[in-house]
């Protein structure tokens, strides 16, 4: 079959893993994926809807890109 460029009847693969069905897996897998990122990004909104925090010293002492801006705040929900 080497160099053989005509495809017989038997050799179609229409309904293989590459061609409708693997095209329909695919689909059904990626918007699965879609579905339980869909599902944990609203777990993850809902649990830090109701996490206040307020800024515990003054605003000016916070900098720009400093990884101390951590200890000016307080959560205050939950």
């Not at 038997?10 to 069905?21: D, K, P, Q, W």
């Not at 869909?38 to 649990?47: D, F, K, R, T």
């Not at 800024?55 to 929900?77: C, R």
Request: charged residues 15%.
């Amino acid at each position: 079959m080497a160099n053989n460029t005509q495809m017989n009847e038997n050799e179609r693969g229409v309904f293989s893993i590459h061609g409708v069905t693997g095209m329909l897996i695919a689909t059904v897998l990626l918007l699965s994926i879609l579905g339980v990122l869909q599902v944990l990004s609203l777990g993850a909104q809902n649990a830090e809807a109701t996490n206040f925090y307020k800024v515990n010293q003054d605003i000016n002492a916070i900098k720009f890109n400093s990884s101390e801006n951590a200890n000016h705040y307080e959560l205050v929900g939950k």
